[in-house]
Each structure stands twice: as C-alpha cells, then as structure tokens.
C-alpha cells in the first residue's frame, strides 16, 4: 500500500536573476533549501529540484510584481502558484525569530510561513486576454507621462520667450502658432524656438500614438462583453486597469472588502466614547486613482454624482469629505457592475453582449442607487467569494 504524499509549500523569495527557496511542510517543519538562477538552466533545475516533493504548491512573493517573470514560466508546466503579498511576508518576518533581519534566506523563510499559515492567498492564473490587457494598458500609461513631461518642457520654454507664457491646456497645434509668431534675434533665442518646435513635432507623434493606444485598447475591450465603459468617468485605460487589476472579482465577499482594496472605505479610528473615521491611504492606488477621476468627470457635468456631492456639502460636510463619500459609492458601482458582467457572461457565453435587463439598469454609473452609506467592511465571513445570481 503506498504511502500518503505529505504535502508542502515551496515558499520562494524572487529577484530580477536569482530566487531563493524553502521547503515546509503543513507543521511548518523545514525539509529544503536552495537558490537558483533565473536563466533557462537555473529554471530547469529549480522545477526538477521541486520534483521530490510531489504534492507541492508554489508561494511566491509579488506575482504582480518582480515574481510575475517566474510565476509565469511554472503556470504553464502546470504547477500551482499563490501570490504572497509583500506586506503579509514582511509582517510574519518581524514576528518571527531573527530580530526581523532581512536576506534572501530569511524572506523565503517567512514567505513559506504565510503560504502554510494563511488561508485563502490569491490563486495564479494565466490568462492570456488579460495578459493582453495588461501590456497594453502599462503602454498607454507610459506614452501619457511621456506627453505629461514633453508638455511641462514646452511650458517652461515657452515662459523663457514670451511674458507670462502659454495657457495651462496647452495642444501641439496652438503651441506650434504662438512659436510662429516668435521672431528671436539672437542666437540663445533662436535655439530656444528651435527646441520648442522640436518638442511640438514630438508632441504631435504622442497625440498620434495615444490615438491608436486608445482605439487598440477599446477594441480588445469590447472582446470582454463587459460594461465598464458605459459608466459615466471611466474611460478605455481605466476600464482596462480595473479588468486586469482586480481579476476575478467574486474574490472579494461584499462591496465592503472591494471598498477597502480600493482605499474608498474609511479607516474606523474611534477611542471609547469618540466615534470618528479617517482617510485610508492603503488599497490599490492605481484602481483609487482610476475611482478618483471617475469623481472628477462626473463633478464636472451635470449628473448625479455632482448632485450626490452637493447633497453631502449641503449636510454639512466639507469638499473633501463629499469626494470621499462620491468615491465610496462609485466603487460600488464598479464593483456591482463587474459582478453583473460575470452573470452577463454565463447567460450569453463567450463573446455575448449585454441586453437590456433588469440587472444591468440597477447598474447604472450615477451613484443613486440605494446602497448603505457604511462604508467599513464587516468581518471575513466563512465565505470568501461572492456568491453569483443565477442568470436569466
């Protein structure tokens, strides 16, 4: 008769060329410990190395980060991986033995800990769609801050030839007349025209390229069926952003726990009789980002989200505190309309579009509809997805 196969996790500590890995079982007792290269033949001995122990699981720290590179070279062979946060790794380092120290050795050491110890850590998977949307949506964020600094240069040029310079919302087009109407005599002059018709022509590529990044960006979108894009304040970058930041979103209970992963729900703070709240500076700043301009665009036209901030600053609270509770309601939104597009998905398979139905219509992109204003998340349930309505 054979022997059961005990199984263990196979924490890993990744770096740009090298990891370091230890091997724990379920009673945290250590039974390896290596480092590999990152290389092709550094790669192969470290799955043949993981080979002794057939029942194993992968805990890498950062798969959305410096992990990814590996974590998506062992998904394909078929081995199991979990992401490891950074801060729940460097939270079991400083409560265990070793004064809190940080090598390699040790943080593999802690990163196995959580894999054993914690239940519930983010499955891997790959997912070429996804994947996709990633590459693109990180291309179209780098060629906006290429654009963001070409036109603080121009700016500053611009200020250095005629008095009081340009207008803030400066395009390539009315830059390249103001510099037309410039006539500079002297040679610094001249070579200061000469950089700033350079930066215009540059200016003009990134507008091309931004251009085509966003009508790339809203083809491959549209391929997911979901209705990210018809919220009002959400356009092709932060509709992709939220596809590839969260994943799946049943992963996430309620819209309390969506609320704190975004850093819109409010830090409880209160101290016996004193009850108060404070700003969270957590969550995933990239999503936050994404929820914070959904608010400004609605702030700026006449919709229900600028009558919903009005409400709150009539009650009494201030600006910034109305932005809070808008952002609050919109992840809401976000998080209502992501669910409702899973349900859309299995209703209508693969490459479906979404119908008028009674779902989709109480997801609208104006934050009036008749959701709780408590916005703390409430304890992990034993639950930790959320369950999905059948679909019609």
């Not at 230890?22 to 790669?43: P, Q, Y």
């Not at 110890?117 to 994947?131: A, K």
């Not at 505190?321 to 597009?341: G, N, P, Q, W």
């Amino acid at each position: 008769m054979d022997e059961p196969v005990e199984p263990v996790v196979i924490g890993m500590d990744p770096h740009k060329r090298t990891v370091t890995v230890e091997v724990m079982t379920l009673d945290e007792t250590i039974v390896g410990h290596a480092r590999f290269t990152t290389d092709g033949v550094g790669f192969a001995a470290m799955v043949e190395y993981a080979q002794q122990w057939p029942a194993h699981t992968w805990a890498i720290e950062g798969c959305e980060g410096i992990g990814r590179h590996v974590a998506q070279r062992l998904i394909p062979l078929g081995e199991q991986v979990v992401d490891v946060p950074a801060k729940l790794s460097a939270r079991m380092r400083m409560f265990a033995t070793g004064q809190g120290r940080k090598t390699d050795d040790t943080d593999a050491h802690s990163i196995a800990l959580v894999g054993v110890r914690i239940q519930g850590l983010q499955s891997v998977v790959h997912d070429e769609h996804l994947e996709m949307l990633r590459l693109l949506v990180d291309r179209r964020r780098r060629i906006g801050e290429d654009h963001t600094r070409m036109v603080c240069q121009l700016h500053q040029l611009l200020l250095e030839m005629i008095p009081g310079g340009a207008k803030k919302d400066l395009s390539a087009a009315q830059a390249r007349k103001i510099l037309a109407s410039v006539r500079p005599r002297d040679g610094l002059g001249k070579t200061r025209k000469r950089v700033a018709m350079e930066l215009v022509i540059d200016l003009e590529r990134i507008y091309q390229r931004k251009k085509a990044a966003n009508k790339e960006l809203v083809e491959l979108i549209k391929t997911t069926g979901t209705a990210l894009l018809g919220l009002h304040g959400i356009g092709p970058t932060g509709a992709a952003r939220l596809l590839v930041e969260v994943g799946d979103i049943t992963r996430f209970p309620d819209r309390g726990h969506f609320a704190s992963w975004t850093g819109t729900a409010p830090i409880d703070a209160s101290s016996g009789d004193h009850v108060r709240h404070r700003l969270s500076r957590g969550g995933n700043r990239q999503i936050n980002r994404v929820l914070h301009m959904m608010a400004v665009v609605q702030l700026r036209n006449p919709t229900e989200g600028r009558a919903y901030f009005d409400r709150k600053v009539a009650a009494g609270k201030t600006p910034n505190e109305a932005m809070r509770a808008l952002k609050r309601r919109l992840s809401d939104i976000v998080y209502r309309t992501m669910l409702t597009d899973i349900v859309t998905a299995k209703a209508t398979g693969p490459g479906g579009h979404r119908g008028a139905t009674h779902q989709s219509s109480a997801t609208g992109s104006q934050p009036h509809t008749s959701t709780s204003d408590q916005s703390l998340p409430r304890p992990v349930t034993p639950k930790p997805r959320t369950p999905l309505p059948k679909a019609s």
